[in-house]
T-cell receptor, first 114, second 112 residues
Framework: DSGVTQTPKHLITATGQRVTLRCSPR?????VYWYQQSLDQGLQFLIQ???????AKGNILERFSAQQFPDLHSELNLSSLELGDSALYFC?????????????FGQGTRLTVV | GNSVTQMEGPVTLSEEAFLTINCTYT??????LFWYVQYPGEGLQLLLK?????DKGSNKGFEATYRKETTSFHLEKGSVQVSDSAVYFC???????????FGTGTRLKVLA
């Protein structure tokens, strides 16, 4: 158990809908990262927060947004969903931001858009 | 920019065979290097890491040495087991970039 909790584990929704994925980082970790894993594109970095502030943004679509709350949990919001958004979404956390520490990953949320 | 290149898979080996998975990197600064493993249906787990040149990371019989001169961090194991079957990801993190960059992953299948 990595200590990173993601909910829900599975999500099936229709095109055009909006969903929210939730992540609770390891106790004490201030950094949260979101990644998208699809079969043909590997692990793609979406966005990173450190202690509530956005620090880095990757290939995140405008239809997607995220935030980190004062209790350090994070949510990833996906809207106007398309079939191509079907993927595994991982959250990871680390103690620091960009230093020599490893990231710990949650089990992921498998999103299926039908 | 920063990037990681891994050897293409899948890699299929017999039990007790020697394993090498190649990983090379490009980085603008001095990266920390990681190997993660993903078992079917699970998230990524840290396997080992190295934070400076010539460091050797090791765990569960796996080893990788941070080679700055060849910008490489190859993963090795002397004798693989069926339970090592998984996808292995090489990754780097550069101070100040606030993210981890992953290779495309290498699927390993070990046959009994």
């Amino acid at each position: 158990d990595s200590g990173v909790t993601q909910t829900p584990k599975h999500l099936i929704t229709a095109t055009g809908q909006r969903v929210t994925l939730r992540c609770s980082p390891r106790s004490g970790d201030l950094s949260v990262y979101w990644y998208q894993q699809s079969l043909d594109q590997g692990l793609q970095f979406l966005i990173q927060y450190y202690n509530g502030e956005e620090r880095a943004k990757g290939n995140i679509l405008e239809r997607f947004s995220a935030q980190q709350f004062p209790d350090l949990h994070s949510e990833l919001n996906l809207s106007s969903l398309e079939l191509g958004d079907s993927a595994l979404y991982f959250c990871a956390s680390s103690a620091h931001s960009g230093l020599n520490t490893e990231a710990f990953f949650g089990q992921g949320t498998r999103l299926t858009v039908v | 920019g920063n990037s990681v290149t891994q050897m293409e898979g899948p890699v299929t080996l017999s039990e007790e065979a020697f394993l090498t998975i190649n990983c090379t990197y490009t980085a603008t600064g001095y990266p920390s290097l990681f190997w993660y493993v993903q078992y079917p249906g699970e998230g990524l787990q840290l396997l080992l890491k190295a934070t400076k040149a010539d460091d050797k990371g090791s765990n569960k019989g796996f080893e990788a040495t941070y080679r700055k001169e060849t910008t490489s961090f190859h993963l090795e194991k002397g004798s693989v087991q069926v339970s090592d079957s998984a996808v292995y990801f090489c990754a780097l993190s550069v101070k100040g970039t606030y993210k981890y960059i992953f290779g495309t992953g290498t699927r390993l299948k070990v046959l009994a």
